[in-house]
C-alpha cells in the first residue's frame, strides 16, 4: 500500500500532543491559494444552517462522518450524496473514539486503547461510507484529530491518508458565533478548516455560515481534499 509515503506526509506536518501522540497539521500543496473546508459529522443531527448555505452557494467542502451518525442522517446522507460535485464524504470512524493507545482518555473521551479497537473503529467506518455512498473514503480523522504514534503507522498501513488542519474555526462547536466567523473570515490561503456540522443547537454554526459569507465575498476559492491532493498516477 502507500503507507510508508502517508506516514511521512503525516509526521512531517504534526505538532506535539500530550503522551507523545501527535496533531497532525495539514495545509493546501505549495501554490494552492484556495481554502479547504472540513467538516466533522461525529454524532447527532445536522446543522442545516451551514449545509443550506454550502448548497445555496455551491460552494465544494469536505465532510467526515462516523457510522453513527450516517444512521440517524438517511435523508441528510442522501442530499449530500444527490449534491456529489460539492461534498467529498470522508472517515471519522464507526463510533468516533480516538486513535490513541497510551491513554485511557482525552477530551474526555475514551479512547481506542488497542491497535485492533483502532483498526475496528477505521475500518467500520470506512465500510459505512462506502455503503452509503458508493465510493470508498480516501481520508481518516478520528474522534480527536489527535493519534498515538503507532496508531498513525496502522492508518498509513490501512491505506489511508490523516486529515489534519491548520485552522480549528469552532473547537469543537464550542466557541460563540462571532468568534467563529473571526476565524473562518481570517483564513489565509491554504489554510485546511477544521469546523462542526452536527450542532444546530448550538451558536457556532451561526459563525460558520456568517464567516463563509465573508470569505465567498472576498472572492477566496474553496477547494476539496480528494482534488487537492490527488492520488498519485501510474
Known amino acids: 500500500m502507500r503507507s510508508a509515503l502517508l506516514i511521512a506526509f503525516v509526521l512531517l506536518a504534526a505538532s ?32 442545516n444552517r451551514i449545509l443550506d448555505e454550502l448548497i445555496a452557494d455551491r460552494i465544494p467542502a469536505t465532510i467526515f462522518v462516523t457510522h453513527r451518525w450516517l444512521k440517524r442522517n438517511a435523508a441528510t446522507a442522501a442530499l449530500l450524496l444527490a449534491n456529489a460535485d460539492l461534498f467529498e464524504i470522508e472517515n471519522h470512524g464507526e463510533n468516533h473514539v480516538p486513535a490513541i493507545t497510551d491513554q ?15 483498526s475496528q473503529e477505521v475500518m467500520g467506518g470506512a465500510a459505512a461510507v462506502t455503503a452509503t455512498f458508493g465510493r470508498p473514503p480516501l481520508w481518516y480523522r478520528d474522534a ?10 496502522l492508518i498509513g ?3 489511508y491518508r490523516i486529515a489534519g488542519y491548520s485552522l480549528n474555526a469552532d473547537v469543537g462547536a464550542s466557541l460563540p458565533a462571532a468568534t467563529v466567523s473571526k476565524r473562518i473570515a481570517a483564513a489565509k490561503p491554504g489554510d485546511v478548516i ?7 443547537e448550538r451558536p457556532s454554526g451561526a459563525g460558520v455560515v456568517d ?11 474553496f477547494e476539496r481534499l480528494d482534488t487537492a491532493f490527488p492520488l498519485p498516477t501510474g
Open 16 to 47: 506535539p500532543a500530550s503522551a507523545g501522540d501527535i496533531e497532525p497539521r495539514l495545509t493546501l500543496p505549495a501554490g494552492n491559494k484556495a481554502v479547504a473546508l472540513t467538516f466533522d459529522a461525529c454524532s447527532g443531527a445536522v446543522d
Open 144 to 153: 480527536s484529530a489527535r493519534y498515538s504514534r503507532d496508531a498513525v503507522e
Open 194 to 200: 477544521i469546523s462542526h456540522i452536527n450542532h444546530p
Open 157 to 159: 498501513n490501512l491505506g
Open 211 to 221: 464567516g463563509i459569507k465573508a470569505l465567498v465575498a472576498k472572492g477566496v476559492r
Open 104 to 118: 485511557p482518555t482525552v477530551f474526555g473521551l475514551p479512547t481506542a486503547g488497542s491497535l485492533t479497537a483502532v
